[in-house]
């Protein structure tokens, strides 16, 4: 009302539009006939503020006098458009369309039926327009438009690469009828094969309307100058004859008028003071229309006269009834994202849902350990549109957030972005059963051309997270390539309890659990050279692997080579052995595992070294890996219907990766090779050039912003980086052995002996001064332990194929030699020593080679110095033969158990299908490693029949060279089985071990074992073990009472499937010595299964405390 003052009966009134319509709504310089839509949401955010101070004065409506004294002739119809779609199905082919499809044509008839309601048909007369697309060159079409059953149109074309939509027009005269109107499209693809496609989209209406208002209360309509120009016919190409209108509509509707300013809108039922009319042709600047007549009684006519038209006007009249109401408003609280006081290394963008999730992750980076001492920050995505996108769900807001944080923020910009949320194309959920899009990733479609054509598989569609990294305006300029200047990664997650399993792993990870040899290894498959193509051979996939051995990989890493090319395919053109040795590797655990070739979001190779269906064979534990792959779509992290296969291992309980790098789209193998080379240069600082003490690891992130600098020298190359994404932690430092270790000449250049040992020593040094880590000399001593590796003269005979032409190719690679020594010794002031027989097996002469991987006792906060080193020209011969121990005539010592059943005996059953296998082995000659000959390998025979190398899964105890073990999962099926070990000396004798076992599983009878109850020792002295064994997990009561029956002690604990001890002091609940004499116990076990249904079961016993 003017005073400045809100009152309970003033109000707002505004103009708002929804997030879709007609361009020229929003931009009057927008052409009126395209439609268009927000790609993210159907809702829109509306601000209101108030007080403070503003540099201009508040915006008010104007007015504008639309009196009707000088008309003399009043419209009472005006043309109206109306935009009908469906989004039923998807195609992202095709650049100026949004993805989604009304329906495919193929295989749907040649007469497809739509109804399409027209509300206020004036004259009958208008034109339609049918979006449809079309796919493969060169195949003709013939599409008739109809209206009913009468034809209004027919057109043909052919397409090249850069046509594929059409827009197929007609006009009509007397034949559009008020409601319903059946449209029928007759399209006859000219293709005997069916093998091409049509594709509607969507229709576009235009019509004689009556203006009238809706329910008498608000009416919207637009006045043009002129008619709108139409779409031109398909130009006719060189790939067929067509043949097709001169022109559309070469006679417009007479019933179809433009150029009208002056107006009588019909059907106001309201108070002429309610009736308001304004011009809204610009939404940013909004007139309100003054002096127009309300006629007659209600429903009122209201007429007025606006002339001087040009272009586009658009009006809307609307009683007060007919003003929309809004919901309650909420107040906005503003994280204060802009102010400059923030600052941040590392920051956390998450949905709503992963607050928790969020805070954990910022709290976990924040640690301080070897390298990194982050500043975090935890922001939910809904701060971030409130700030940089109003509100709105947008993408870009995320982006736009990043850059203001380069120039605004005082602290510093964040470099690494975790995203916790997953992702999926279907933005607004068109189709049943998509998942929510929680944190959308931007859909790279905005450096393509509008009318681009994209024959076979889309390589220009796909998602990317890179969008987020490019911060300055020059990134966006068609001319230049983009730079990254942030380090994005996702955590894919839909539920909290996926985060969480994410974020176990991650700490885990971090907190450098279960150190060994496996940080040492990298897992490296290679595609052959086989396609579905029988005149096409691609032995690229092996040299490009063999070059990230010999190059990218630092030398002091083994590894551990999976070359499809060694291996025989089956009559169904699989590999399953290949297969078997990728699950078997991968169980093993690497520090990375790196796939190159052919695939996609489930499947590396045709050959199917690996599908995502086997991922439940894979049990690495907590050795997770980095996971890469050079590959098609094998990290596609939109899609709407499962999880890619980076998805699955990075949610995989029982192990699998810790964080990947992989790309979710159609990629090209030069240029991805390309781009995996200098990822692995970032981390690494290989190749190395000249020997250097100096090898800082960088997080993963780095690595990839830094790899695609160099590659991204072309739009093809950076289309290609783009789908290459982050999915973990992009701050991520693979665990490597950074100091280096290396060997005293004297030990690998000859045969160091001692006495039938051969003897290494090794020492490490600080990567920066070059000084032996010994606590001298300024140094910090670095103590702890070093896992050794010994493998004989490596195979280099590499793969011999026939080309398409018949020629004789050769592919050249080598593969390690056998293992002789696997085991551990301690690392004592920077130096250590290994020892280890060498069997008479051995060439003299032969050169091997020795890895190392050395990890420091924790330090000071949980920081670890890790190291490793490696020779190649190691000297071996054998040291020991029968002749030198003459006296050692028996086999390895060989005991079988299973882990978590220490007291396993024959016959015993085992409650689960993946027990642990443990074999103990002790030989003053110590252990037979190698392979060959066949009857002397360290292996398993499994119910009489499937044998399993055991060689690869056995390592020395610390120190020892005589004694070690074998620590192995084994899945098997429920039932009884037998398990036979069979193992070699290095002078040849033979020793086994034989036992017979029952699996069974969670679903058998809950079952507190009595025979398994014991009491150790007992009598007792000051203390005693209670040992028992639960055939599921299950929560464990444990009472002590007096022969009375008086309580003395008791404990709830949670005891797993298997062998389990309770340790008793001997002390009541208050701490005191109980006194001697006998004790009752009582062990209360209750299982709780899959459905909630509770077991119980009970033992009680006796045990004597004696003094």
Not at 452 to 467: E, K, M, P, R, W
Request: aromatic content about 12%; hydrophobic content about 35%; charged content about 25%.
């Amino acid at each position: 009302d003017g005073d400045s003052v809100f009152d309970t009966d003033d109000r707002f009134l505004f103009w708002a539009l929804a997030p879709y319509g007609w361009a020229s709504q929003y931009d009057p310089a927008q052409p009126r006939t395209e439609f268009i839509e927000n790609f993210y949401t159907d809702e829109t955010v509306y601000w209101i503020t108030w007080g403070g101070s503003f540099s201009d004065s508040p915006h008010r409506m104007s007015t504008r006098s639309v009196s009707d004294d000088t008309a003399t002739e009043f419209a009472t119809t005006a043309p109206w458009r109306l935009h009908y779609e469906q989004n039923n199905a998807e195609n992202f082919r095709y650049r100026d369309e949004d993805g989604w499809i009304w329906e495919d044509l193929r295989g749907r008839g040649t007469d497809r039926l739509y109804l399409l309601d027209a509300p206020n048909v004036a004259s009958g007369d208008g034109i339609l327009t049918a979006r449809l697309m079309s796919h493969d060159l060169g195949a003709q079409r013939t599409v008739e438009l109809k209206i009913g059953t009468t034809p209004i149109t027919f057109w043909q074309w052919c397409h090249g690469a850069n046509t594929a939509l059409y827009d197929v027009t007609g006009c009509f005269e007397n034949m559009l009828t008020n409601g319903t109107n059946s449209i029928r499209i007759n399209a006859n693809t000219g293709n005997a094969s069916a093998s091409d496609q049509i594709y509607t989209a969507w229709f576009d209406l235009e019509y004689e309307r009556t203006l009238r208002a809706e329910s008498g209360r608000r009416l919207l309509f637009f006045a043009d100058e002129v008619m709108p120009s139409l779409p031109n016919p398909p130009a006719v190409t060189s790939f067929c004859t067509v043949a097709q209108p001169a022109e559309v509509c070469p006679t417009p509707p007479a019933n179809l008028v433009y150029g009208q300013t002056a107006f009588q809108l019909a059907g106001f039922d309201a108070a002429p003071a309610d009736i308001h009319l304004f011009d809204v042709s610009d939404q940013h600047d909004v007139v309100e229309l003054t002096d127009f007549n309300v006629l007659g009684n209600a429903p009122h006519d209201v007429r007025f006269s606006d002339p001087g038209l040009t272009g586009t006007r658009w009006y809307t009249a609307v009683t007060m009834n007919g003003v929309r109401s809004l919901e309650a408003g909420e107040v906005a609280q503003l994280r204060g994202l802009r102010s400059t006081q923030n600052g941040a290394d590392y920051a956390v963008v998450y949905h709503p849902d992963f607050e928790a999730g969020a805070e954990r992750l910022a709290e976990l980076r924040a640690r301080p350990t070897s390298f990194d001492n982050l500043t975090t920050v935890a922001i939910d995505i809904n701060d971030i549109y409130q700030e940089f996108s109003w509100g709105m769900r947008d993408p870009l807001a995320v982006r736009d957030f990043l850059a203001w944080t380069v120039v605004g923020w005082a602290g510093g910009a964040p470099f690494y972005v975790a995203l916790l949320g997953d992702s999926a194309y279907d933005t607004k959920g068109f189709l049943p059963g998509s998942p929510e899009d929680l944190v959308s990733t931007y859909t790279q479609r905005y450096r393509i051309s509008s009318t681009q054509y994209v024959g076979g598989d889309n390589l220009n569609f796909y998602s990317t997270d890179d969008f987020f990294g490019y911060l300055e305006p020059e990134d966006f300029d068609p001319q230049l390539q983009p730079g990254l200047e942030a380090a994005i990664g996702r955590f894919p997650v839909q539920t909290t309890a996926e985060l969480d399993l994410m974020l176990d792993k991650l700490d885990t990870y971090l907190s450098y659990s279960s150190p060994g040899l496996w940080q040492n290894r990298v897992v490296l498959v290679a595609d052959d050279e086989r396609t579905l193509s029988d005149t096409v051979r691609e032995p690229f996939h092996t040299t490009q692997v063999e070059e990230l051995a010999e190059t990218w990989f630092p030398d002091s890493i083994d590894p551990v080579k999976i070359y499809l090319v060694n291996y025989p395919r089956n009559t169904f053109g699989k590999k399953p052995e290949a297969q078997a040795a990728f699950i078997e590797e991968f169980t093993r655990g690497a520090l990375h595992t790196s796939y190159t070739g052919h695939g996609d979001a489930s499947t590396m190779a045709q050959e199917e070294v690996f599908v995502s269906q086997k991922i439940p064979e894979i049990l690495n534990e907590d050795r997770y890996t980095i996971f890469s792959t050079f590959s098609c779509t094998v990290s596609r992290f939109d899609l709407l219907s499962g999880d890619s296969m980076t998805e699955l291992l990075l949610k995989y309980p029982e192990g699998g990766a810790v964080t990947t790098f992989a790309s979710g789209g159609l990629v090209f193998p030069v240029l991805s090779s390309e781009l995996n080379q200098q990822w692995l240069s970032g981390i690494y600082g290989t190749p190395y050039v000249i020997p250097t003490d100096a090898r800082t690891v960088r997080p993963i992130g780095q690595a990839a912003v830094a790899a695609k600098a160099v590659v991204n020298t072309s739009g093809n190359a950076t289309r290609n980086s783009e789908k290459y994404v982050t999915l973990g932690d992009p701050a991520l430092r693979p665990r490597f052995g950074s100091e280096q270790i290396r060997f005293d000449p004297a030990t690998v250049d000859s045969q160091a002996t001692d006495g039938l040992l051969r003897r290494i020593d090794g020492y490490v040094i600080d990567e920066q001064s070059g000084l032996v880590l010994d606590g001298t000399n300024g140094t910090t001593a670095f103590s702890g332990q070093a896992w050794v590796h010994v493998t004989e003269l490596p195979n280099d005979r590499g793969y011999d194929y026939t080309d398409a032409n018949g020629t004789p190719q050769h592919i050249d690679f080598t593969l390690d030699g056998p293992t002789a020594f696997r085991g551990t010794v301690p690392v004592v002031n920077g130096r250590f020593t290994a020892k280890f027989f060498l069997g008479e097996g051995i060439t003299p002469g032969n050169t091997g080679r020795i890895s190392v991987f050395g990890l420091e006792d924790a330090g000071s906060g949980g920081v670890f110095r890790d190291a490793s080193g490696a020779y190649e020209a190691l000297v071996l011969a054998p040291t020991i033969s029968p002749s030198q121990v003459p006296d050692d005539l028996e086999g390895p010592r060989v005991t079988i158990r299973f882990e978590g059943y220490d007291r396993f005996v024959d016959g015993d059953q085992v409650f689960t299908d993946k027990p642990v296998l443990v074999v103990e082995l002790e030989d003053p000659s110590g252990i037979n490693l190698r392979p060959f000959p066949q009857f002397a390998r360290l292996e398993a025979e499994i119910d009489g029949s499937q044998r399993i190398d055991l060689a690869s899964d056995f390592s020395y105890d610390d120190a020892e060279f005589t004694q070690g073990r074998v620590r192995r999962i084994m899945p098997m099926a429920p039932g009884k089985h037998t398990l036979e070990v069979k193992a070699f000396d290095n002078v040849n004798n033979r020793g086994t071990d034989r036992v017979e076992f029952e699996i069974v599983l969670a679903d058998a009878e809950f079952d507190l074992v009595d025979d398994y109850v014991a009491v150790y020792p007992n009598p007792f002295r000051s203390r005693t073990d209670f040992l028992y064994r639960l055939t599921q997990d299950a929560d464990v009561e444990f009472l002590v009472y007096t022969i009375t029956g008086r309580r003395v002690w008791e404990l709830t604990t949670r005891g797993v499937a298997g062998d389990n001890v309770i340790r008793w002091n001997g002390r009541d609940s208050n701490g005191s010595p109980v006194a001697n004499g006998t004790y009752l116990f009582k062990m209360k076990a209750r299982y709780t299964d899959t459905e909630g249904a509770i077991e119980r079961d009970e033992y009680v016993g006796k045990v004597v405390r004696m003094q």
